[in-house]
């Protein structure tokens, strides 16, 4: 059993940097891939950004490469998503993720546990 709880959110301007963080509590965290997810009013919850247990690899949707860095640290149980250059689209909900035996990392189906959310808003 896994636990997220998501902080970080926030409002920011165009251009503007934010850092998510996801702190997690159970045994098989160090074992579970991470996933971030986003989820706008009215559309569908989107993949963001996957790191494996690792954290020797990393996934991003197209839309967010080059821009955001996903990381974690398995001492501490936790998972980042560093936003940079951020655009009034990235406006969301986003969710922290975490399964084991992920192999597809782009689909939330993949993944077991997820955390409340955090709003992420970004002014134009």
């Known amino acids: 059993q896994v636990q997220l709880v998501e902080s970080g959110g926030g409002l920011v301007q165009t251009g503007g940097s934010l850092r998510l963080s996801c702190a997690a509590s159970g045994r098989t965290f160090s074992n579970s891939a991470m996933g971030w997810f986003r989820q706008a009013p009215g559309k569908e919850r989107d993949f963001v950004a996957a790191i494996t247990w690792s954290g020797g690899n990393t996934y991003y949707a197209d839309s967010v490469k080059g821009r955001f860095i996903i990381s974690r640290d398995n001492a501490k149980n936790t998972v980042s998503l560093q936003m940079n250059s951020l655009k009034p689209e990235d406006t969301a909900v986003y969710y922290c993720?975490?399964?084991?035996?992920?192999?597809?990392?782009?689909?939330?189906?993949?993944?077991?546990?997820w955390g409340q959310g955090t709003q992420v808003t970004v002014s134009s």
């Open positions: 993720a975490a399964g084991r035996g992920v192999s597809y990392y782009y689909f939330s189906y993949q993944y077991d546990y």
